[in-house]
């Protein structure tokens, strides 16, 4: 039935046959297109996306600045879904993660991280992942599906409404990172139009810099971002050559480095400016973190405008990994920075609430029992 008939034919007639729309998960194109379909001004839709996203309203009679036959006609037509907040754990070092539920079999988790000059929040794009990165608790969680708009900005608007945000006041979250549970570019559909929330004046208003997409190496997706959303960017890399990667990274299967490098180089050109490429690199003992490794990672790396993320490695239970030792990790600092790179040791955080990087796990109705829904690789000989 369409929307207008609806309205033609009253709000009051009985039991009118219309699916609810979400306005949450939309981005300004989207809700200006939406409110043009009802019969409204576009502009209704910075009016309506400031309230949901910078006051963190969700009920239709709170909007004043909309007349009552406006919020009447919403009311019928729409909603501002929300998750449910299962639980909310506190770390010591102030990291806080909150379990959302998502629908009545699946929960994902997001993490703000306080640091001195500003925010992060570790927000999640898929309900498990597929990609069974074999060092990261996600991975072995098994997947169940892709997280939709308004799923993963309600991350966003959760966290602001739980950390006492308001409009006009300095920002607690400064940055917002793609890192949580998922692969993000394997849900591009939702994770770009989210981006481009986030970035929104009506909304959150952060800029390019401050909101980072991280793949495992989706090469075709990694393409795109520059056009469509023009993100920041970090890769999950975790091995210089392609025998190890295979194995911690399977992803690298498909899309080895041979083909991942010449796709960073490609994004780094134009662009927002000082763009660069964060190399995430997880510290694993006695498997990545050897002295040839860093000098391989050094050769891989070469001129590429780029800052590498050292991430002692979080356990977690049942994994066979265990942590690099400090002297390890500098040594394999050492290297990197005497090769010319810029390299930051990451600091673990919300180790104790099981929110530290790697660890995030939710709760995954895996209905593929982690085989109909896996990426599909295809082998190729190691050279």
């Known amino acids: 039935m369409d929307v207008n008939n609806v309205i033609e034919a009253g709000l009051d007639a009985p039991h009118p046959v219309v699916a609810k729309v979400d306005l949450l998960g939309m981005d300004r194109a989207a809700m200006e297109a939406y409110f043009t379909q009802i019969g409204e001004k576009p502009f209704r839709a910075s009016q309506v996306m400031k309230w949901i996203h910078q006051f963190g309203v969700s009920e239709f009679d709170e909007m004043t600045n909309l007349s009552k036959a406006l919020r009447d006609k919403l009311k019928q037509l729409a909603w501002v879904r929300t998750p449910k907040i299962v639980a909310e754990q506190y770390s010591e070092d102030g990291t806080i993660k909150w379990l959302l539920e998502v629908d009545n079999h699946n929960s994902i988790e997001t993490v703000f991280i306080p640091e001195k000059n500003r925010g992060t929040l570790c927000i999640s794009s898929q309900v498990g992942c597929a990609l069974e990165c074999t060092f990261c608790s996600t991975g072995q969680q098994g997947f169940n599906r892709n997280l939709e ?192 790179l810029q390299v930051t040791v990451r600091k673990t955080r919300g180790e104790d609430i099981d929110a530290a990087c790697g660890q995030l796990a939710g709760k995954v109705a895996d209905r593929t029992k982690r085989t109909l829904h896996r990426v599909h690789f295809e082998p190729r000989p190691l050279t």
């Open 149 to 340: 708009n308004w799923e993963i900005i309600a991350q966003m608007w959760v966290a602001n409404k739980a950390l006492g945000c308001k409009p006009k006041e300095e920002r607690r979250i400064s940055n917002v990172v793609f890192m949580g549970m998922g692969e993000p570019l394997l849900n591009v559909t939702h994770t770009f139009p989210v981006a481009r929330i986030l970035m929104d004046d009506y909304a959150y208003g952060l800029s390019k810099r401050r909101v980072t997409i991280s793949t495992a190496g989706v090469v075709p997706a990694i393409d795109k971002i520059k056009d469509e959303v023009d993100v920041s960017l970090a890769i999950s890399l975790h091995a210089p050559n392609n025998a190890l990667r295979d194995v911690l990274v399977p992803i690298n299967q498909k899309y080895p480095l041979e083909v991942l490098m010449p796709s960073l180089y490609r994004y780094v050109e134009g662009g927002h400016s000082k763009k660069h490429v964060t190399i995430e690199y997880v510290m694993l003992d006695g498997v990545n973190d050897r002295i040839e490794h860093a000098h391989e990672l050094a050769i891989l790396l070469g001129d590429l405008p780029c800052k590498v993320n050292m991430i002692p490695f979080n356990p977690f239970p049942n994994s066979d990994y265990k942590r690099s030792s400090n002297n390890a990790i500098h040594r394999f600092k050492d290297i990197l920075e005497a090769a010319g």
